[in-house]
């Protein structure tokens, strides 16, 4: 069975950079680079939103608050999602989810990211 990991979150100040890490197993690489890798995000009292996602085309998509400082990527050899996070904001806490979707959907448990001012 698939398994997500992410890891990389932690407390910055505002303006300081993170990169996510998602560490996939169970996963066999023709299904992990074809498959639409993302990540989303859920903050206190809030639903959990789609932050960045990244077709098996190379497409890239993101929420426009995030735009211009969240990049996705992903290493197929290492089975490896990243979410590279500059300029972060107070506004970016939350708890950071990545996902992997093909004709399933994976989830991993998740990375606290805060921003103080």
């Known amino acids: 069975q698939g398994r997500l990991v992410e890891s990389g979150g932690g407390l910055v100040q505002a303006g300081e950079s993170l990169t996510l890490s998602c560490k996939t197993s169970g996963i066999i690489l023709s299904v992990f680079s074809g498959a639409t890798t993302s990540w989303y995000r859920q903050a206190p009292g809030k639903q959990r939103e789609l932050v960045a996602s990244?077709?098996?085309?190379?497409?890239?998509n993101y929420l426009d608050s995030v735009k211009g400082r969240f990049t996705v990527s992903k290493d197929n050899r290492k089975r490896t999602v990243y979410l590279q996070m500059n300029n972060l904001k107070p506004e970016d806490t939350a708890v950071y989810y990545c996902?992997?979707?093909?004709?399933?959907?994976?989830w991993g448990p998740g990375t606290q990211v805060t921003v103080s001012l």
């Open positions: 990244l077709t098996r085309d190379g497409n890239r």
């Open positions: 996902n992997l979707r093909d004709s399933t959907d994976y």
